[in-house]
């Protein structure tokens, strides 16, 4: 209905269908109708029951530019953003992997590209 709509502020979503029996799932359609800029937010903030990584290439083919300001954050772009959001700060190294096929992802089909506020950040520590 907005195919110019980049962004909807509405919170979080947590699925809960495997929890409860009579949970009527709308991941899937949140993933395929809502503004690309809300699938970075749900790849970050993960509660949809779709892979972290699908939701990530649908942002990428509806046409979303990872290097464009993320909405909650507009000094960082959406790589940065998601790059801060995501890197895991245990030993789950699980995530890790997880954590590394999105961002490369990022690098090789959104053509993301390092920030001078993201060298910064690096050089300070708050990206480690």
């Known amino acids: 209905a907005f195919p110019n709509l980049q962004w909807v502020d509405h919170g979080a ?25 809300n699938l970075i937010s749900y790849v970050a903030m993960h509660g949809l029951c779709v892979d972290r990584l699908q939701i990530l290439q649908t942002a990428l083919q509806r046409g979303c530019d990872v290097n ?3 909405p909650e954050q507009p000094h960082m772009s959406c790589f940065h953003y998601l790059l801060t959001e995501l890197w895991p700060g245990s030993d ?10 999105i961002l490369n992802y990022m690098i090789e089909h959104g053509g993301a590209r390092i920030t001078n506020l993201m060298r910064s950040d690096a050089a300070s520590g708050k990206l480690q």
């Open 92 to 101: 789950d190294y699980t995530m890790g992997d997880r954590v590394a096929k």
């Open 68 to 70: 464009d300001a993320f």
């Open 13 to 37: 979503h947590i699925c809960l269908k495997e929890y409860d029996d009579n949970y009527i799932c709308i991941c899937q359609e949140l993933v395929v109708s809502f503004p690309v800029l």
